[in-house]
């Protein structure tokens, strides 16, 4: 019995010592294949060997080439369309009718073109009488011109009675009282004489007078003719028939633009009248106008408006007989064109130190201050500090620093990306 015992108690430690070994292997097979499922988990890019510091990558930018383009720099403006010099057409004559309209709005009419014309019958009736009076007074002249060659003629006369008087009375032949009746006889005949002439001269101012009054009747009737002092296209017309003309009406009888000129006046900033001057170029668009149309800035306004901070700017249209006063239109003004090396705007940035580029070498970044010029059309030019070639950071320049490591992708040379 007690050798039955120890017997018992080695197969049971036995069986124990098994059980732990066999626990023991498992647990040990348990957590190798927990750890190798957690190793199959994780990300690719966790089970990839650290790189080497030269094979280090930077994120992916876009770069553009400094490369030459002409940049110009345009200046928006609006404005209304004018006519460049507008000539007011009145009467010349007061209280007369109007008979007959010869234009409409819209016409093209000469120098002296005949517009409308006025009732001429009591001017005509004046120029009947006055030409009646004429000849009376062209008789009158005659008539008087008569007298004083008669005039004259006893003037000599009594004037050869006096010398042979004195001739006679030396020898006896005669008496003093006889000589002093012949010198007074031509006395009279030189005053007869005298008279003569100043009536013909008084015939002959009356003529003149008369003359006058027909030249004056006939100048008012060549003013019942209104015409046109210049060419051009009539812009508006407020004569109607049978109207009575006043000349002291503030309203004209028509409105000529002067040889079909018309302006686009146009507003431009303050800040813009020290680049612009006359003989610009300006794309003028007006309103349901698809073309634009080539203008030229003629006159710069002298001054500015106190309460807009505007200025006005004239442009010169070519003539078109659909532009119309009054109507809206747009221009943009070539201020400035240059040749050189331009970036889109993107690239250009700015600190407290000035104007700056991000320049991409050996895949590094490089901070490089710059100097612009002209803007325009989404570029910047680059008057200094960059060489035509060198790769440039176009996009996102804000996110990188100096000496940060990218990795530059070409971007295409677009205007104005990612203005």
Not at 54 to 64: A, F, H, K, M, Y
Not at 368 to 375: D, E, I, N
Not at 401 to 406: A, C, E, K, L, P
């Amino acid at each position: 019995m007690s050798a039955r015992i120890p017997s018992l108690r080695g197969r049971i430690a036995l069986a124990l010592t098994m059980t732990a070994v066999v626990v023991g292997v498992a647990g040990y097979a348990f957590r190798d294949r927990i750890a190798e499922g957690l190793r199959l988990s994780e990300p690719a890019e966790a089970r990839v060997a650290d790189p080497k510091p030269d094979e280090v990558r930077g994120i992916t930018v876009s770069v553009i080439p400094a490369s030459t383009r002409t940049v110009i720099d345009r200046l928006p403006v609006t404005g209304t369309l004018v006519a460049r010099e507008e000539i007011m057409v009145g009467p010349e004559l007061d209280g007369y009718r109007i008979t007959d309209i010869l234009v409409e709005e819209g016409d093209h009419v000469e120098k002296g073109e005949v517009l409308a014309r006025l009732s001429r019958d009591m001017l005509n009736t004046l120029l009947a009488q006055n030409t009646a009076n004429a000849a009376k007074a062209k008789a009158n002249i005659a008539q008087q011109r008569a007298q004083l060659e008669q005039a004259q003629a006893q003037n000599t006369e009594a004037e050869a009675s006096v010398e042979r008087a004195r001739t006679l009375i030396k020898t006896g032949a005669t008496s003093q009282e006889v000589l002093d009746q012949r010198e007074r006889a031509a006395k009279v005949a030189s005053a007869q004489v005298t008279a003569a002439q100043e009536a013909v001269a008084a015939a002959e101012a009356e003529a003149a007078q008369i003359a006058a009054n027909g030249d004056e009747i006939r100048v008012r009737l060549s003013h019942t003719e209104i015409k046109a002092p210049e060419a051009g296209i009539i812009s508006s017309r407020s004569a109607r028939i049978g109207a009575i003309v006043l000349s002291a009406n503030t309203e004209p009888l028509f409105r000529i633009v002067r040889d079909g000129a018309i302006d686009l006046d146009a507003d431009v900033p303050e800040s813009a009248l020290p680049r612009i001057r006359v003989g610009m170029q300006v794309a003028v668009t007006p309103a349901g106008f698809d073309t634009p149309f080539d203008g030229t800035i003629r006159l710069v306004g002298a001054k500015v408006d106190a309460s807009t901070r505007l200025a006005r700017v004239a442009v010169a249209l070519p003539e078109d007989p659909r532009l119309r006063p009054g109507a809206y239109a747009r221009g943009v003004i070539e201020v400035a064109r240059h040749d050189g090396l331009a970036l889109p705007q993107s690239a250009v940035q700015f600190d407290a130190d000035g104007t700056f580029v991000l320049v991409v070498e050996d895949d590094v970044v490089h901070k490089r201050a710059v100097t612009t010029g002209l803007r325009g059309e989404g570029y910047v030019e680059i008057a200094d500090g960059l060489k035509a070639g060198e790769k440039v950071i176009a996009r996102a320049g804000g996110f990188l620093r100096d000496g940060d490591r990218v990795t530059p992708v070409a971007l295409a040379d677009e205007a104005g990306s990612g203005a």
